[in-house]
């Protein structure tokens, strides 16, 4: 049985405990108990860790890509020991199921082997110069990076932020959220147990403004990754502007799903129930909107609202738990306001649409449908387990609907036609685009989003080439 670990942060290696600081209380999403209290950064913490960054990165930056592909490796190695108990810890301090955050770790365990391999493959190139002359494109890493990761990933985003800088050869002050600090610190000590250099990788909280303003205004920091919401990363984006930092922003999306009446409407629910109801939709690229055709719509809503109501929602340590709670108060609150707003303006409520219990911070699988515009829900991330179903007629509504709004990260769609599948890839406005799937993940795959969803990739060969400058030398 794993007990939640006693909170800390990690700078230049020490453990850093409350002392005479400021404390966050981390509370267990499922049951409103208190797991522990997280010692929060002063300004004289951040100054040590940015020193550290930079002697990290001066000691990073000269080692050699075996010398990473081995800490890495190591790293993977150790989570996949520690799984159970990591993701034990993520789903005390988040909430989210236990298959999920086993899944989680073995993401993790992907991206670090996969990025191993990759720092062996950072080529440069050599240009057609006169006989006597050489001019070479060579990648270096971008130097230290502050990495801000949110909670709806306690696991995975913490293992997104340091593998990619980690490979490059940058040193990286990461601070996940302060509401699931147990999965981030767990991810940190595999790297440094499998060797990293104590500089390298450092882990601190605090009032996220402060921290931001404090490691963003250095000079120290070269590049900021961020993941959240839009109207954050906007922020942080300006910020890193004045600095002429390099970004890579994974912001919000309002996943449109585009359902055509050729489909098997009971296959296509099979698969996006789930998707929608994962994690309790507090996914970036959850489907969100379903723009459905009108042969299949009310097949489709009916079938849709069924399967929500038998959706089995509970405490995810516990077994055959289909949805936990979501993640922190503002989550239903936020919900029981998009969703009451909608109402109100003349949507039907199929299912759901209350919160569950009277502990914790439980909330029903929803559905609502024909849902007019101008509610706050078709036009701001709802970030919850709601399903938006409205009907359309002809295809070009349908793409004009799925390209209405200014996110675009992941859309889906799911149709037999295949004239009709080329022609959504092209014409919707996204980052990814799934096809009769919602398999867009994977540690070769390029992970990011277009228009207000962000910019630059995480994962694949991107998300190693966004933690690198390209140099040309030119000799003479
Ligand atoms: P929020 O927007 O304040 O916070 C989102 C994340 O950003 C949190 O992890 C938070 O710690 C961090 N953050 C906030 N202000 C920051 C700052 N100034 N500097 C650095 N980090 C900062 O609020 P929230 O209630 O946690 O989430 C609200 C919305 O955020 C959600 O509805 C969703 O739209 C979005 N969100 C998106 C993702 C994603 O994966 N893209 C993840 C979490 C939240």
Redesign the pocket.
């Known amino acids: 049985m794993t007990s939640y670990p006693t909170l800390h942060m990690i700078i230049d290696g020490e453990k850093v405990m409350q002392g005479h600081r400021a404390t966050h209380r981390v509370v267990n999403p499922a049951t409103g108990e208190t797991l522990g209290e997280l010692p929060l950064a002063d300004a004289a913490d951040l100054d040590r860790a940015l020193e550290t960054a930079q002697r990290g990165f001066r000691i990073w930056r000269n080692s050699t890509a075996q010398q990473r592909a081995a800490v890495l490796q190591g790293a993977a190695r150790l989570m996949l020991e520690r799984q159970e108990e990591i993701a034990r810890i993520a789903t005390m301090e988040q909430g989210k199921t236990l298959v999920e955050t086993r899944i989680e770790v073995l993401m993790n365990v992907g991206l670090f082997n996969f990025y191993a391999g990759e720092t062996q493959r950072v080529y440069g190139r050599q240009l057609v110069r006169p006989a006597g002359m050489r001019s070479t494109v060579t990648y270096e890493p971008v130097g230290p990076v502050a990495a801000?990761?949110?909670?709806?990933?306690p696991i995975g985003?913490p293992g997104r932020k340091l593998g990619a800088p980690i490979a490059a050869g940058c040193s990286v002050i990461l601070?996940?959220?302060?509401?699931s600090p147990g999965s981030a610190l767990a991810i940190v000590q595999c790297l440094l147990d499998a060797g990293l250099p104590k500089e390298v990788a450092q882990a601190v909280y605090g009032v996220?403004?402060?921290?931001?303003?404090h490691l963003l205004g250095s000079p120290i920091i070269r590049k900021l990754s961020?993941?959240?919401?839009?109207?954050?990363?906007k922020?942080?984006a300006k910020l890193a502007a004045d600095d002429m930092k390099r970004t890579t922003m994974?912001?919000?999306?309002h996943g449109p799903v585009l359902v055509f009446d050729d489909v098997d409407v009971d296959g296509v629910l099979d698969t996006m129930v789930a998707g929608k109801y994962r994690n309790a939709g507090?996914?970036?690229?959850s489907p969100t909107r379903f723009i459905v055709q009108e042969g299949v719509f009310e097949r489709f809503r009916d079938g849709f609202a069924e399967r929500a109501k038998g959706w089995k929602v509970g405490n995810g340590m516990e077994d055959g738990i289909q949805m936990g709670p979501m993640?922190?108060p503002?989550?239903p609150d936020?919900m029981e306001r998009m969703i009451g707003d909608a109402v109100a303006k003349g949507a039907k409520l199929n299912a759901g649409g209350e919160r569950i219990g009277n502990q914790g911070f439980f909330y029903a699988p929803s559905v609502i449908s024909e849902v007019p515009l101008d509610a706050e829900i078709m036009n701001?991330?709802?970030?919850?387990p709601v399903a938006i179903i409205n009907p359309f007629g002809k295809e070009e509504d349908m793409i004009a609907e799925a390209n209405r709004l200014p996110y675009g990260?992941a859309a889906y769609s799911w149709t037999n036609d295949a004239r009709r599948q080329k022609r959504l890839a092209r014409e919707v406005e996204t980052g990814m685009f799934c096809v009769n799937t919602t398999m867009l993940g994977g540690a070769d795959t390029p992970f990011g989003g277009v228009k207000w969803?962000?910019h630059g990739h995480e994962d694949g060969p991107e998300g190693l080439m966004a933690c690198m400058v390209l140099k040309t030398v030119h000799e003479g």
Do not use: I
């Open positions: 801000f990761a949110p909670w709806n990933f985003n601070k996940s959220a302060e509401e996220p403004d402060q921290v931001s303003r961020f993941t959240g919401s839009t109207v954050v990363g922020h942080l994974e912001l919000g999306g507090q996914v970036c690229v993640a922190n503002r989550r936020a701001e991330e709802p970030f919850g990260l969803s962000g």
